[in-house]
């Protein structure tokens, strides 16, 4: 498997509008616009931090990840995201090492990319993202 980056660090929170005013305004860091992705019951909004990203994640439903993840631990730190050549081939390599996934198989994801998450069982309890642009 090979890791290009860090792609961003996600952050849960209750409102984008109340939380985004301290990264964007404060921070002075620039946000393009947010994004729903539907499939993942979430809206997103990307702030630029120089060469690397802060993913603001406010869910769209009840049920979503994002929402259950606030009811039980509250705002903040979600995961950690990892940009990788090639997704189908680093859930090989972490299947054949026996590391738990949370997807099987890579999904949709904001802007255009494709991701799948490593259960944080496996992990020490981070939250990983892979992520594959193209």
Known sequence: MKILEIDHIGIATKSIDQSAPFWN???????PEKETVAEQKVT???LLAGG?????LE????ESAIAKFITNRGEGMHHIALRVENIEDALRELRDKGIR?????PRKGARESTVAFIHPQSTHGVLVELVQRD
């Open 25 to 31: 305004a404060d921070l002075g860091l620039p946000a």
């Open 44 to 46: 997103t909004l990307l």
């Open 52 to 56: 690397s990203e802060i993913e603001l």
């Open 59 to 62: 869910a769209t439903a009840p």
């Open 101 to 105: 996934l949370i997807d099987e198989k």
